[in-house]
């Protein structure tokens, strides 16, 4: 019987972390093993613990929270309301994609000048806001202002913000990521560039970027020392029923990427499935595949040798099912066949994780396998193995382009490996 996901992920990690913990950690320089141990919880969390993220979105009346979220999920999820104020109760949503859910606290609009079409039962939008954050912890804060209102005397709201701040951090003991968010660019001048790419026009770009300027110079008065970073989006779409009809959507990647950067782990990858963006899948996979290429390195340059299969083998093969699922992908044993098969080995019939993980050893072989490895050759097939993985199962590449991937990419990573000397010194990425 096939083992499910979370089976088979759990059996390659335990595998991996018991083979290191029992055999090698000890033995291991104190740097390194402070490396291990938190790549393999990384690992960990990214594979068994994910959960939606959580985001908070604050902005006046029309400046389009809801034509955000439907934006970042490339689909019809979130009404909208074209006329009155649509939300109306600050309370935590789920928003679900076909590649996944957000949770979204919804707030009635600051500032709003006529009663929300959904019933609201606190005095105001901030009360309701801050009551619900106290409830649960957003993962970020997302501050929205139309274009061509961030110098319209947003001072009220911007001081909401630092209300919402503090008190996640007076709650949660968490620095809240705080965002801001240039929305409806398009309406800016000049009128005529009315479709994306908006950065190319000379003049609309300086209009952004002034737009841009002045919202962070309002943060930066309530939150002087808290890092924050602005984004011009527009987010217009049209639906003919669930079909998108129309988009004009632009730079939802850009905001995208930055959040998956300061979301907290355990999100991280919830938000590259369902926003099925290839440039965030890219990022978060080639960042697990690099950190763990030091690992291998700094694990092979230690000269003890390595007992029945090899914890370098389970690392690489948790890549490969962590990578398929960031690219959407329901990573059971199957999938896993499939990707071996892709790339060279029919696997047969045993599908148990220390199977596969020999049958890896058989496609992937270093040199006296089963023994201490070089630190570049175990970097350069961590490498290529995730690279691999990434183009077969993130960018849709054939059998055989993925193959040469993990070739060219191995024989290039080999020569580009890190000094063992210097690996138990690296710095996370």
């Known amino acids: 019987m096939m083992a499910s996901r979370e089976t088979l992920l759990k059996e390659i990690l335990d595998q991996f972390s018991g083979v290191l913990r029992e055999q090698y950690l000890r033995r291991l320089p104190r740097p390194l093993a402070d490396m291990v141990e938190s790549y393999v919880r990384d690992m960990f969390e990214l594979a068994q613990e994910g959960r939606p993220p959580r985001f908070v979105l604050v902005g006046r009346r029309g400046s389009g929270k809801s034509s955000l979220i439907n934006a970042i999920f490339q689909e019809h999820v979130a009404a909208i309301g074209s006329v009155k104020s649509q939300t109306g109760r600050g309370q935590w949503y789920t928003y679900q994609g076909s590649g996944g859910a957000l949770e979204i606290l919804d707030t009635r609009g600051i500032g709003e000048g006529s009663r929300p079409a959904e019933a609201s039962e606190a005095s105001n939008a901030s009360a309701e806001v801050e009551a619900a954050v106290r409830k649960q912890s957003p993962d970020a804060l997302l501050f929205l202002v139309k274009a061509k209102e961030v110098d319209a005397h947003i001072g009220p709201d911007v001081k909401a913000v630092l209300r919402l701040w503090e008190t996640v951090r007076a709650e949660h003991h968490f620095p809240m990521p705080v965002v801001g968010v240039v929305t409806q660019v398009d309406e800016l001048d000049p009128l005529r560039v009315c479709e994306p790419p908006f950065d190319e026009d000379p003049r609309k770009q300086a209009n952004m970027k002034r737009a841009e300027e002045l919202l962070e110079a309002q943060l930066k008065k309530v939150l002087p020392e808290e890092p924050l970073n602005v984004f011009s989006?527009?987010?217009?779409?049209?639906?003919?029923?669930?079909?998108?009809?129309?988009?004009?959507?632009?730079?939802?990647?850009?905001?995208?990427?930055?959040?998956?950067?300061v979301l907290p782990k355990t999100t991280q990858m919830e938000l590259a499935r369902l926003a099925q963006l290839r440039s965030l899948q890219d990022k978060l996979a080639r960042n697990l595949v690099r950190q763990g290429a030091r690992i291998a390195a700094g694990v092979a340059a230690v000269p003890i040798p390595i007992a029945d299969v090899a914890p370098l083998t389970a690392l690489q093969l948790s890549l490969v099912l962590i990578i398929g699922r960031i690219s959407g992908r329901t990573m059971d044993e199957h999938t896993a066949r499939e990707f071996l098969a892709a790339v060279g080995l029919n696997v047969g019939v045993a599908y148990a994780a220390r199977t596969l993980a020999r049958q890896f050893v058989k496609l992937f072989p270093f040199p006296g396998a089963g023994s201490a490895v070089s630190a570049g050759m175990a970097y350069g097939a961590t490498i290529g193995i995730g690279e691999a993985a990434i183009a077969y199962f993130i960018e849709s590449a054939s059998e055989k382009d993925a193959r040469r991937v993990y070739e060219r990419r191995r024989e290039e990573a080999q020569r580009e490996a890190p000094n063992p000397e210097d690996l138990p010194r690296l710095p996370p990425p």
């Open 233 to 261: 989006v527009c987010a217009y779409m049209e639906f003919d029923g669930d079909e998108i009809a129309y988009s004009r959507a632009w730079n939802i990647d850009a905001l995208l990427t930055y959040l998956v950067d």
